[in-house]
């Protein structure tokens, strides 16, 4: 009987006091019998998440919550970089803390890369099982037809390539991460592509999204033209 | 169908059809042949767009839309703060204002 593997969850936060501690309070109770530490990585909120952060390391432990905090808002990427760097689990999960992606799902991804042994598993909103809340007619044109460009582009046998609900094997996760030029959509894509051009065996369980961002989606003209570009030099990617 | 190499060969027919155009095209071709040979390009594209829009438009009417989902999640939020199990977790998180 194999040793149980130990899960790291990486929680990057910006202004997300009120959010943290529900975030953690539902991973707690849904990975209650699975050995798993939290590494919340704060780009110095200004709203005060690092103290909200301290209150839940004194609650629950050094072992269970570990903070990695950083002078400012330095990207996605590099925030993942950062925490992994700390994390003791053979797989990462990384996630928003904005309660869009709800912690429920973790067993489902945990099992899932049990059955095949796979090396990336990929929450997607399209598979059916899947789904979005709170997306005007707008946004999901927007998101679907992001992920036909890209299908059409980069052919990954994967249905959500912007989704950034995923399950990594830690050692795959760190070459992938340290190879990634992009921010944003674009870096999540670039994950994909270069897991699927390494090969790894990636899965994907459904999940629903909620969208906890109220009001006008900030996807303007600028942001499709990076999108475009960051595709395009995928595709050409070695 | 590696995008890399699909490129070269779209650049390569793109040259070959505009040598047809321009006249320029070394083998003389039947004029029903030159007439098919040019309208293909623009056929294709159409084809390439109906079939952009309908699959588009299936995704999109696939993307399930789960409002139950968000009324969920505001329930479970409330649950889980009043949970004695996790009480001290949101205690110790609430600014001395009670926010």
């Not at chain 1, 798993?36 to 952060?53: F, K, L, M, R, Y």
């Not at chain 1, 993942?80 to 869009?100: E, K, N, P, T, W």
């Not at chain 1, 707008?138 to 890209?150: D, H, L, M, P, Q």
């Not at chain 2, 793109?14 to 029903?32: A, D, E, N, R, T």
Request: proline residues 6%; positive net charge; hydrophobic residues 40%.
């Amino acid at each position: 009987m194999s040793k149980s593997p130990f899960y790291s969850i990486l929680l990057p936060t910006y202004n997300e006091r009120d959010n943290l501690p529900v975030v953690v309070a539902m991973i707690e109770q849904y990975l209650r019998d699975i050995p798993h530490e939290i590494i919340i990585i704060d780009d110095n909120s200004p709203d005060g998440t690092q103290e909200v952060a301290t209150a839940l390391q004194h609650q629950l432990g050094p072992e269970r919550i570990i903070l990695k905090p950083r002078s400012g808002k330095l990207g996605l990427g590099s925030a993942y970089i950062h925490g992994s760097q700390y994390a003791r689990g053979d797989f990462l999960i990384i996630m928003d803390v904005d309660l869009s992606h709800h912690p429920r799902y973790i067993p489902t991804f945990i099992e899932r890369q049990r059955e095949g042994d796979y090396d990336i598993v990929i929450g997607s909103r399209y598979l059916p099982g899947g789904g979005v809340a709170g997306w005007n007619l707008k946004r999901k044109i927007i998101s679907c037809g992001a992920n036909y460009v890209t299908q059409l582009l980069l052919r990954p046998p994967i249905s959500d390539v912007t989704g950034s609900f995923r399950l990594y094997r830690k050692s795959h996760f760190d070459r992938l991460v340290s190879q990634c030029t992009s921010k944003g959509y674009v870096f999540q894509m670039e994950m994909i592509v270069r897991a699927v051009n390494a090969n790894l065996r990636i899965a994907e369980v459904p999940i629903i999204f909620v969208d906890r961002i109220y009001g006008e989606s900030k996807l303007g003209g600028q942001e499709i033209a990076l999108f475009a570009k960051g595709v395009l030099q995928l595709t050409f990617l070695e | 169908m590696n995008p890399k190499t699909v490129l070269p060969i779209c650049i390569g027919v793109l040259i070959l059809w505009l040598l047809v155009l321009l006249g320029l095209f070394p083998i003389s071709l039947p004029s029903v042949l030159h007439r098919l040979v040019l309208t293909v390009p623009f056929l294709g594209i159409v084809i390439f767009g109906f079939y952009s829009l309908f699959y588009l438009i299936y995704k999109v009417v696939n993307l399930k839309d789960c409002p139950q989902a968000q009324i969920e999640l505001e329930r479970e939020v409330k649950r889980i703060r009043a949970d004695p199990e996790y009480s001290s977790l949101f205690r110790a998180t609430t600014s001395p204002t009670g926010r």
